[in-house]
T-cell receptor
Framework: GEQVEQLPSILRVQEGSSASINCSYE??????FPWYKQEPGENPKLIID?????ERKQIQELIVLLDKKAKRFSLHITDTQPGDSAMYFC?????????????FGQGTSLSVVP | GPKVLQIPSHQIIDMGQMVTLNCDPV?????FYWYKQILGQQMEFLVN????????KSKLFKDQFSVERPDGSYFTLKIQPTALEDSAVYFC??????????FGPGTRLTVL
């Protein structure tokens, strides 16, 4: 299958706390897992990604974890700020030969309240 | 980060007419994609394009859809004829390696 499930669909956190978004995928051949942030009326922006040869990656306040056995990956935003409020989409690449496409999760609407 | 441009940003068209959406990908990128996003939902893959050819298309990529990139200029998505259900935001993306994809600002298409 090619589905990517993403939870929660809505997430509201207090400024300064952590936010976590979880995704699961079906195809064990997926090897690339990006995360996109999309603000209203804007394009999705790549914020962090992880490949299947890694279990953890951190860029500043963003941490992604990958559990290949469970086919799950997650995004953790530490010390959230109001500017982190946006839609977040996880994705998994599905490659037929070397031509990949991204299959996206349903999105998480994150609100960071002061 | 790398910038992908899309023209126009909005397009309103009558059902049955033809529309062409234009994408100016990142200059050294080799892989090109179109995705469709209906309001409030995720992006859905339509088609990928490499070396002048369609490599894969989804079931959303109907017979009325076509893509091309003549002479390395704009990467275009043409819909002929348009239908009401084609109303959506269409995002172009490009990639150097086929993994990291950078998205344009989208074209909001409204079919009346």
């Amino acid at each position: 299958g090619e589905q990517v499930e993403q939870l929660p669909s809505i997430l509201r956190v207090q400024e300064g706390s952590s936010a976590s978004i979880n995704c699961s995928y079906e195809d064990s051949a997926s090897n690339y897992f990006p995360w996109y942030k999309q603000e209203p009326g804007e394009n999705p922006k790549l914020i962090i990604d992880i490949r299947s040869n890694m279990e953890r990656k951190q860029i500043q306040e963003l941490i992604v974890l990958l559990d290949k056995k469970a086919k799950r990956f997650s995004l953790h935003i530490t010390d959230t700020q109001p500017g982190d409020s946006a839609m977040y989409f996880c994705a998994a690449s599905y490659a037929s030969s070397s031509f990949s496409k991204l299959v996206f999760g349903q999105g998480t609407s994150l609100s960071v309240v002061p | 980060g790398p910038k992908v441009l899309q023209i126009p940003s909005h397009q309103i068209i009558d059902m049955g007419q033809m529309v062409t959406l234009n994408c100016d990908p990142v200059s050294n990128h080799l892989y090109f994609y179109w995705y469709k996003q209906i309001l409030g939902q995720q992006m859905e893959f339509l088609v990928n394009f490499y070396n002048g050819k369609v490599m894969e298309k989804s079931k959303l990529f109907k017979d009325q859809f076509s893509v091309e990139r003549p002479d390395g200029s704009y990467f275009t998505l043409k819909i002929q004829p348009t239908a009401l259900e084609d109303s959506a935001v269409y995002f172009c993306a490009s990639s150097l390696t086929g993994d990291e994809q950078y998205f344009g600002p989208g074209t909001r298409l409204t079919v009346l």
